[in-house]
């Protein structure tokens, strides 16, 4: 089993950045692919962007490409995603995941593991 939680979130104004980190426990940590998605209200929750289990492969959803970057420290049993260029439309509570799905997992129903999330404000 894999526990996570989320830290980093914050208010920031439009252009500006944060990182946001996920820290994991549970020895099967490194198995994992693990993924960002987020929550706006009213808004279904939706894939950010997602790594995989040796952090040799990222992948983005298109309305972040260029902008976000998830990366993996898996000694240390981390899971980072630094927001740059950060928009009001970005604004949503983010939410880290564990998947033991192969492949490249975008859907929620891929994740095994969530975490209580960190909220996002982005200002205009």
């Known amino acids: 089993q894999v526990q996570l939680v989320e830290s980093g979130g914050g208010l920031v104004q439009a252009g500006g950045s944060l990182r946001l980190s996920c820290a994991a426990s549970?020895?099967?940590?490194?198995?994992?692919?693990m993924a960002w998605f987020r929550q706006a209200p009213g808004k279904e929750r939706e894939f950010v962007a997602g790594?995989?289990?040796?952090?040799?492969?990222?992948y983005y959803a298109d309305s972040v490409k260029g902008r976000f970057t998830i990366s993996r420290d898996n000694a240390n049993y981390l899971v980072y995603l630094q927001v740059n260029s950060l928009k009001p439309g970005d604004t949503a509570v983010y939410y880290c995941?564990?998947?033991?799905?192969?492949?490249?997992?975008?859907?929620?129903?891929?994740?095994?593991?969530w975490g209580q999330g960190t909220q996002v404000t982005v200002s205009s």
């Open positions: 790594i995989i289990w040796n952090g040799g492969i990222a």
């Open positions: 995941a564990a998947s033991r799905s192969s492949g490249y997992p975008r859907r929620l129903s891929e994740y095994d593991y």
């Open positions: 549970g020895r099967a940590f490194s198995t994992y692919s």
